[in-house]
């Protein structure tokens, strides 16, 4: 591929020198690239040139001049790309008309016409969009034929841009291909169903496949592993940023270095692959700093991860019509995937498992799946595995080189096995999800271990009580049931674990309990349950030492008890905290608040707060992004925020304040509010002053202020287009 050079690009545009240098850093890393899709290279042209700071929406027509012109040359395939682009600056958004026509071995004139709008926003990194691609009467049009389309086509259509994961190659190959053929549901449905052969043996589609290999070709090798490493996962799952990167960290993927720490590499690598377009972000979007919080794989990208996995003996999955004969060399990352007919005889009757380093489980769960051969197993991921019990769980102590074991979503667990303790290179488990409810005394032994995740809040479901239990599974039921209790008993020694950065879920029981949290210096995440009115002063004295805390929860033992009855000025939650979340009575916010100047997130629930002062001592933090008021933790009748309060609020969400009638925003408070999500607030009549909200962009409402809709629309007047108000 032929780049523009920069300083010749620079002298044709004749740019300020603040944009010069913009469009230095923009241009220089792609000249890297080998050959990248071809929506990853416009996304990242786009998103620097319009949102990057100091750059103005006029130096969009500068587009038309980076990208006039360039060839791809794979395979003694040639293929030219013309481009042409009508683009107008309107609500803060670049609406672009691209016309692609591709010239070469294939018959001349094919074309695709979008309408590319909120594609380009920052937080958008999905190539074109299916709703603005299908926007049009045709998705594809070939030498101005009219297609009539109706409903099946329109349905096999959608499904193929879901396929094609925004990739305009992708799109305009397929769409000439398709052109070729019968404009017939039936056909179209055909190739959705053969979609991954046709790639393989189809000469017209395999240069989907080239282009896109090339942009493995070119990845660095440190995201080389980690990229193939997603093949590991089943089709359109969503892949949740924290699990993906524990992952990563005990395959060794991502690693301390020079200072920063494997979690921030492993956040590094992923957000690399996003802007690369190898993966493409979730919808768990931060609401307020827009950071991704899960991923998943287009499809077409899909199906080259796993041929590239499978041709490098990475990955080996057991599904549906594998051949176990395939194999070739030792297995390293070993799938159960759910369609499998679970055939014992093939674990490890006819599989080498010597070497296998991770172990994932999807659908049901088998005994026979854990091996006395896997010595070397280090990431053994069961979320979710259905049917799986205390009792099999007993051979995971011979597992001595683990690092990562999940049982997060196996409602059937209800205890560990005391041989945990002799996972000594663990280094995160995870039992959310469970029925958990006190940990080994072995735990205690697990010194490496960072990550603790438990639930907070345990409920019995029907099912547990099925079928496949043994004798120990009965007694830890019946255990259980006499358990009135939430949160997790943790053992004695707990301190010892000094490793530890993440804890939630834990009960305090007593002043044993928060002696041991003392020890726990590397701490950053601690959730805590249990509180009460008794042990409240000895907690917050606690935690006052530990200087790496940064986000902290607290749960009441119950709705009487108070959280902050001993907190003043002498007293208070660590001045460091940046995410708080406080479940229970609050008596004496307005003496100690104020002193969180680094708080940016706080969430209160069942707090009571009935007077002004106290959402005003709120108000004047300045740093405080995100304010969560959830069940009755004001119960006033008015909601009144003042001039200047808020002046970093970002996200405000109001949930079942039960006695709230009214809502009121003064002038020049919130400024910055982007988000107001109004949900079962089912006593309020009014909401005022939204008109003074300069920064609002959207309003999530359910159906308890269907009523306030008309109102609400008539604060907005003429700013409504610019404001999204939607039904949650």
């Known amino acids: 591929m032929e780049l523009p050079q920069p300083q010749p690009l620079l002298q044709l545009l004749n740019a300020p020198p603040l944009v010069q240098l913009q469009l230095v850093r923009m241009v220089a890393p792609l000249q890297l690239l080998c050959t990248p899709p071809l929506a990853h290279l416009l996304r990242s042209v786009v998103a620097r040139l319009f949102h990057c700071g100091g750059v103005k929406h006029r130096y969009g027509r500068l587009l038309c001049r980076l990208l006039p012109r360039f060839v791809v040359r794979q395979l003694r395939i040639d293929i030219e790309l013309r481009w042409w682009w009508r683009w107008r600056w309107s609500r803060g958004a670049v609406e672009v008309e691209m016309v692609v026509e591709e010239t070469g071995r294939r018959r001349r004139g094919s074309s695709l016409v979008f309408n590319w709008s909120s594609a380009m926003s920052p937080g958008r990194r999905n190539g074109f969009p299916e709703d603005d691609a299908m926007r049009k009467e045709r998705v594809w049009k070939y030498n101005t034929e009219q297609i009539p389309f109706v409903p099946a086509m329109m349905e096999q259509a959608k499904i193929i841009l879901k396929k094609c994961g925004g990739h305009p190659l992708a799109i305009s190959t397929i769409g000439g291909f398709l052109a070729t053929k019968p404009k017939t549901a039936i056909e179209w449905r055909m190739m959705n169903d053969r979609i991954s052969a046709e790639l393989e043996i189809n000469p017209e589609l395999r240069t989907i496949k080239t282009v896109l290999m090339r942009s493995y070709d070119g990845l660095p090798y440190y995201l080389k592993s980690a990229f193939l490493y997603l093949s590991i996962f089943q089709e359109n799952q969503v892949i949740r940023l924290d699990r993906l990167v524990r992952r990563w960290i005990a395959e060794g993927y991502s690693q301390d270095f020079h200072g920063i ?91 080498d498992l010597s070497h296998v380093r991770s172990l994932t489980v999807f659908g049901d769960w088998r005994p026979f799946f854990i091996s006395e051969n896997m010595r070397f197993l280090r990431v053994l991921d069961l979320e979710d595995t259905l049917g799986l019990r205390d009792h099999h769980l007993d051979c995971v102590g011979k597992l001595h080189h683990l690092k990562y074991l999940s049982l997060r979503g196996c409602w059937n667990i209800y205890c560990l096995p005391n041989s945990v303790g002799n996972l000594r290179h663990l280094q995160t488990l995870d039992v959310r999800g469970t029925q958990i409810f006190e940990l080994p005394s072995t735990i205690t032994n697990i010194g490496l271990l960072q990550n603790l995740r438990i639930s907070d809040n345990l409920l019995l479901r029907p099912q547990v009580v099925a079928g496949g239990l043994n004798r120990c599974d009965v007694l830890n039921l019946f255990r259980y049931q006499f358990n009135d209790k939430k949160g997790v008993k943790l053992p004695r020694g707990i301190g010892q674990l000094k490793a530890l950065h993440k804890l939630d879920g834990a009960r305090v029981e007593g002043n044993a309990t928060l002696k041991e949290f003392r020890e726990l210096t590397e701490l950053r995440k601690l959730g805590v349950v249990g509180i009460s009115s008794k042990n409240s002063m000895g907690f917050w004295f606690t935690i006052a030492g530990l200087y790496h805390l940064r986000s902290l929860s607290v749960r009441g033992n119950s709705r009487k008890d108070e959280l902050d009855g001993c907190l003043d000025e002498g007293l208070s939650p660590p001045s460091w905290l940046e995410s708080l979340k406080l479940y229970g009575k609050l008596v004496r916010v307005t003496d100690w608040i104020h002193q969180l100047q680094d708080l940016c997130k706080l969430v209160l629930d069942e707090s009571n707060l009935e007077q002004d002062d106290s959402i005003e001592a709120l108000g004047v933090l300045p740093n405080l992004a995100v304010l969560r008021l959830k069940t009755d933790s004001f119960v006033g009748k008015q909601l009144h925020f003042k001039n200047s309060a808020f002046p970093s609020l970002v996200v405000l969400e109001l949930y079942r304040l039960t006695n709230l009638e009214s809502v009121l925003f003064e002038e020049d408070a919130m400024p910055r509010l982007e988000l107001l999500q109004v949900v079962s607030l089912y006593g309020l009549k009014k909401i005022s002053g939204l008109s003074v909200l300069t920064s609002l962009k959207e309003i999530r409402l359910d159906a308890s202020a269907e009523s306030l809709k008309p109102e609400i629309l008539s604060q907005l007047g003429e700013r409504q287009k610019h404001v999204v108000v939607k039904d949650v």
């Open 261 to 351: 720490t494997a979690e921030q590499l492993g956040r590094r690598y992923f957000e690399e692959l996003a802007d690369r377009s190898m993966i493409l972000p979730g919808e768990d979007v931060n609401d307020y700093n827009g950071k991704i919080n899960s991923c998943q794989l287009h499809d077409i990208i899909r199906e080259i991860c796993i041929s590239k996995a499978k041709d490098e003996n990475f990955v080996f999955k057991l599904e549906d019509g594998c051949c176990l004969s395939s194999t070739q060399g030792p297995i390293r990352h070993l799938v159960i995937g759910s369609n499998w007919k679970r055939d014992g005889d093939a674990l490890p009757g006819v599989l």
